[in-house]
């Protein structure tokens, strides 16, 4: 079990995991919703998409918990015309790259359906997608493609980074919104711990939120990087360096009030993201604050995320192909300070994996 994170103080807290805290809301998801169906590779398996289905075909049936065949787009297909018919399917990508074979699917109907027809049919659609790395997964089992589907509109892209974030934003989809959303889930948040209030009330996903407030730069940052950034920002604190988080959240609704408003305070931005940094969601922060509040800065926007490059097989070679808590450390000691010469005590360099989970292997 990982490091257990507060990211807001809660009364009565509780220690939820990011895994259980997906099982508890597709479990309850089925329990109060008889129109919700779960389907995709992986969902009736012992390993039950990494354990976020456990069981449910057992307590719900697998006419509602429906295992599928190798054939993506088929099932995404299914899981369109579903939702047309009047269901709420949640359909799971056990890599967000397997998707890739449903993009007309996704694409050319999910997202346009509404507007083609002038709002008389609507696609309240669930897609799970898993992105993280492990080791051995190699170049088509490790991207990060949450900008691709943002940039498309009738689709909403959301990334919960903690166990409440999953908790509150579920629920309240499968209420209350009639589109079809992506959610992508980090594979190294599964087994970390979060404290999370007794009860969660559901709250709309569609924002950006302020974890931790600062004074010295903005981050703005997604998924699993939004824990990375409160690491660094502790780490930084004993140096007088004050930091700011800003957790996007959803990369097709970016918060561009909170954002502007961080940084015209801090005058320095630090953004993170899962993926490559070009044409992504780095570059649409970046296109924000240029075009509402250029003279907030104080010193040149820096950007983290994945090298440029397809990922490498090897462990040795992945290690150095993501950021890690040492260089996000780093980089805001030298935003904050103007030099590299900071003389600011780092993180030891180390694998961005060993904060989160150790793998052994592929898969």
């Given at each position: 079990?990982?490091?257990?994170?507060?990211?807001?103080?809660?009364?009565?807290?509780?220690?939820?995991?990011?895994?259980?805290?997906?099982?508890?809301?597709?479990?309850?998801?089925?329990?109060?919703?008889?129109?919700?169906?779960?389907?995709?590779?992986?969902?009736?398996?012992?390993?039950?998409?990494f354990?976020?289905?456990?069981?449910?075909?057992?307590?719900?049936?697998?006419?509602?918990?429906?295992?599928?065949?190798?054939?993506?787009?088929?099932?995404?297909?299914?899981?369109?015309?579903?939702?047309?018919?009047g269901?709420?399917?949640?359909?799971?990508?056990?890599?967000?790259?397997?998707?890739?074979?449903?993009?007309?699917?996704?694409?050319?109907?999910?997202?346009?359906?509404?507007?083609?027809?002038?709002?008389?049919?609507?696609?309240?659609?669930?897609?799970?997608?898993?992105?993280?790395?492990?080791?051995?997964?190699?170049?088509?089992?490790?991207?990060?493609?949450?900008?691709?589907?943002?940039?498309?509109?009738?689709?909403?892209?959301?990334?919960?980074?903690?166990?409440?974030?999953?908790?509150?934003?579920?629920?309240?989809?499968?209420?209350?919104?009639?589109?079809?959303?992506?959610?992508?889930?980090?594979?190294?948040?599964?087994?970390?711990?979060?404290?999370?209030?007794?009860?969660?009330?559901?709250a709309?996903?569609?924002?950006?939120?302020?974890?931790?407030?600062?004074?010295?730069?903005t981050?703005?940052?997604?998924?699993?990087?939004?824990?990375?950034?409160?690491?660094?920002?502790?780490?930084?604190?004993?140096?007088?360096?004050?930091?700011?988080?800003?957790?996007?959240?959803?990369?097709?609704?970016?918060?561009?009030?909170?954002?502007?408003?961080?940084?015209?305070?801090?005058?320095?931005?630090?953004?993170?993201?899962?993926?490559?940094?070009?044409?992504?969601?780095?570059?649409?922060?970046?296109?924000?604050?240029?075009?509402?509040?250029?003279?907030?800065?104080?010193?040149?926007?820096?950007?983290?995320?994945?090298?440029?490059?397809?990922?490498?097989?090897?462990?040795?070679?992945?290690?150095?192909?993501?950021?890690?808590?040492?260089?996000?450390t780093?980089?805001?000691?030298?935003?904050v300070?103007?030099?590299?010469?900071?003389?600011?005590?780092?993180?030891?360099?180390?694998s961005?994996?060993?904060?989160?989970?150790?793998?052994?292997?592929?898969?």
């Amino acid at each position: 079990m990982g490091v257990a994170y507060q990211v807001r103080p809660h009364a009565a807290p509780a220690v939820v995991t990011y895994r259980d805290a997906l099982l508890r809301t597709m479990r309850d998801a089925l329990a109060a919703h008889p129109h919700v169906v779960i389907l995709g590779q992986g969902v009736d398996d012992h390993k039950a998409v990494f354990g976020t289905t456990l069981g449910l075909a057992e307590a719900f049936g697998k006419d509602r918990v429906i295992e599928t065949p190798i054939a993506e787009e088929g099932t995404t297909g299914i899981a369109v015309g579903a939702a047309l018919g009047g269901l709420y399917p949640i359909a799971t990508h056990i890599r967000v790259d397997f998707a890739m074979l449903a993009m007309n699917q996704i694409v050319n109907l999910a997202a346009k359906y509404r507007y083609m027809f002038g709002g008389r049919f609507a696609v309240p659609l669930l897609l799970r997608l898993v992105i993280g790395r492990g080791w051995g997964q190699g170049a088509q089992h490790s991207q990060s493609l949450q900008s691709l589907f943002a940039h498309v509109p009738g689709l909403d892209v959301i990334m919960p980074a903690t166990a409440e974030a999953v908790l509150s934003a579920y629920p309240w989809l499968i209420a209350h919104h009639r589109g079809p959303v992506l959610s992508i889930e980090h594979r190294l948040l599964y087994d970390v711990a979060f404290r999370v209030p007794a009860a969660v009330p559901p709250a709309s996903p569609f924002r950006s939120t302020l974890v931790r407030p600062g004074t010295h730069a903005t981050v703005v940052a997604t998924s699993l990087m939004v824990l990375d950034a409160l690491r660094a920002a502790e780490h930084l604190a004993p140096a007088g360096i004050d930091v700011e988080v800003v957790d996007l959240n959803c990369p097709t609704r970016p918060d561009a009030a909170l954002i502007v408003e961080s940084v015209a305070k801090t005058g320095r931005l630090l953004v993170l993201d899962t993926s490559w940094q070009a044409y992504g969601v780095c570059a649409e922060v970046c296109r924000l604050v240029a075009e509402r509040a250029p003279q907030a800065l104080r010193a040149p926007v820096v950007t983290m995320g994945m090298a440029p490059a397809p990922c490498p097989t090897g462990k040795s070679l992945e290690d150095r192909y993501y950021p890690t808590l040492h260089r996000v450390t780093d980089a805001l000691a030298r935003l904050v300070t103007g030099t590299a010469a900071h003389g600011i005590a780092l993180p030891p360099e180390a694998s961005q994996t060993e904060s989160y989970k150790r793998f052994r292997g592929p898969f």
